[in-house]
C-alpha cells in the first residue's frame, strides 16, 4: 500500500520531470469558492504551451463541458463522471463526442433517475436539484451544499444510498451527490479518451501522469494514479476517502492547483 498524503514537494525530481499529462477534477481543485481565478486558467494555459496535455475529470454536466472543451486551454473532458469525453479539434473545428451509453438508453435512464429525484426531494428536506441539472444528459446531481445550505454528512449519505437502493451509482462531490446507471466511472472513460484520441494506452502510461484532485468521488483516481496529488481541501475528507492522493499540496483549491503546475514545470 502507498504512502499517501506526502507533501508535493516531496515527489521525485524524476518522476516530475516524466509527467506527460495532467489529469484534474474542476470544482475546488481548478476552481475556488466556485470561481475560476486568473491564476488558475493561466496555469493550465502554461501547461500546454510547454507542451504537456491537460484533460479535465469532472461530474459537471454536458452543457458546460462542451463549452469548456471549446474554450478553455484543455486537451480533452471526461464529464458527467465519465458518461461521456468531449475533444475540440480547433484545427478542423469539429467536436469529437463520445458516450459510454447509447442515446435511447440514456433516455431510459433519464426517466428512472426523474422519478428517484422527486422521492428524494420528498424525503431529504434541504436537498435540491443541482442548478446545472438542465445541461445534463446522463446523471442526475443533488445538491448538499453549492446553492442550499450544506446539508450533515448523514443526509448526504442517504442520498448516495438511495442511489444505490435502485441500482444506480452514486458518487459524493465536494458539493453534489451525482447518481447514474451504468457501468462506467471516471478512469474507464480516460482510459477510451487517451486511446481514442491519442492513440494512447493510458494502463501503459500512468507513470507519466498525474490526476489533481479534492474529495471522495476522487477516491478511484487517487488510488490508481501512482502520481495522484490532492490539493490541500482533500484533508477535509480525512477518514472519509476510499483511497487517499499520494502527495498534497500546501494551497487550497485553485491556489494549490497553481503550485501543482508550477511544480511540474519547475526546472531545479
Known sequence: ???????????????????????????????????LLSTAYDAMERLQDAGRQVILVTGRPAGWCDHMARMWPVDGVVGENGAFYFRYDHHNRTMERHYARPAEQRLNDRERLNVLAERILAEVPGCAIASDQAYREADLAIDFCEDVPALPDDQVNLIAQMFEDVGATAKISSI?????????????????????????????????????????????????FPLSVGVA??????????????YVTQGRA??????????LLSQD
Not at 466511472?185 to 493510458?202: A, H, N, P
Not at 485553485?254 to 511544480?263: K, N, P, Y
Request: charge should be negative; hydrophobic fraction near 35%.
Open 176 to 224: 453534489h451527490v451525482n447518481g447514474w446507471f451504468g457501468a462506467y466511472d471516471k478512469l474507464s472513460m480516460s482510459k477510451i479518451l487517451m486511446q481514442r484520441s491519442f492513440g494512447r494506452d493510458l494502463e501503459a502510461e500512468r507513470e507519466i501522469c498525474v490526476y489533481a484532485g479534492d474529495s471522495p468521488n476522487d477516491s478511484p483516481m487517487f488510488k490508481w
Open 254 to 263: 485553485g491556489a494549490g492547483f497553481t503550485e501543482l503546475v508550477d511544480f
Open 1 to 35: 500500500m502507498k504512502n499517501t498524503m506526502i507533501p508535493l514537494s516531496e515527489m521525485p525530481d524524476a518522476s516530475r520531470q516524466a509527467v506527460r499529462t495532467l489529469f484534474t477534477d474542476i470544482d475546488d481543485t481548478v476552481t475556488t469558492e466556485g470561481r
Open 233 to 246: 481541501n482533500v484533508r477535509d475528507f480525512e477518514g472519509r476517502l476510499d483511497g487517499e492522493p499520494s
